[in-house]
């Protein structure tokens, strides 16, 4: 008897292994898919794309500025980078994704910016945590920083 409740118990915990790995395996896809289509808004000059990447209570953590929250907050974010910095294209690399897949999973990984003439012009480093939504994953607090230094402001 007890080697049978052994058994069982162990059957048990692979079982709920394997349902995490699908989880997490889940979310991988998704954010691979999320970030394909991430920097095509830009390159179509197209918010709605960008915006749709967000979940609606999402913060973006842009370095040297304050957090901003929502999706209307995400569009100022959008045209600020396309119409100031002239972000036209991009890249990210996924280095890691942790997490078990229920609610929440976080990516870390690099991103490239490209500008209008296809030049590199920026890169860095980003942490993301995704939330699973009625919507599918969706980035709900996006932190990244540049590997470069900010220039000193004109005195």
């Given at each position: 008897?007890?080697?049978?409740?052994?058994?069982?118990?162990?059957?048990?915990?692979?079982?709920?292994?394997?349902?995490?790995?699908?989880?997490?395996?889940?979310?991988?896809?998704?954010?691979?898919?999320?970030?394909?289509?991430?920097?095509?808004?830009?390159?179509k000059?197209?918010?709605?794309?960008?915006?749709?990447?967000?979940a609606?209570?999402?913060?973006?953590?842009a370095?040297?500025?304050?957090?901003?929250?929502?999706?209307?907050?995400?569009?100022q974010f959008?045209?600020?980078?396309?119409?100031?910095?002239?972000?036209?294209?991009?890249?990210f690399?996924?280095?890691?994704?942790?997490?078990?897949?229920?609610?929440?999973?976080?990516?870390?990984?690099?991103w490239?910016?490209?500008?209008?003439n296809?030049?590199?012009?920026?890169?860095?480093?980003?942490?993301?945590?995704w939330?699973?939504?009625?919507?599918?994953?969706?980035?709900?607090?996006?932190s990244?920083?540049?590997?470069?230094?900010?220039?000193?402001?004109?005195?």
């Open positions: 008897m007890i080697n049978s409740k052994k058994l069982l118990l162990t059957l048990l915990i692979i079982g709920a292994g394997l349902a995490a790995s699908a989880q997490l395996d889940e979310a991988k896809k998704a954010i691979a898919e999320s970030n394909a289509h991430y920097f095509q808004a830009f390159a000059n197209d918010s709605a794309i960008f915006i749709n990447s967000y609606k209570d999402a913060c973006i953590l370095p040297n500025a304050p957090a901003v929250c929502g999706h209307a907050a995400a569009a959008f045209r600020a980078a396309y119409r100031d910095y002239g972000l036209r294209n991009g890249k690399i996924t280095t890691n994704v942790y997490g078990d897949g229920k609610e929440y999973v976080t990516e870390e990984g690099l490239q910016s490209v500008n209008a296809g030049e590199l012009f920026d890169d860095g480093k980003f942490l993301v945590l939330k699973k939504t009625p919507g599918g994953w969706k980035m709900f607090r996006d990244f920083s540049s590997n470069h230094a900010t220039p000193a402001p004109a005195r």
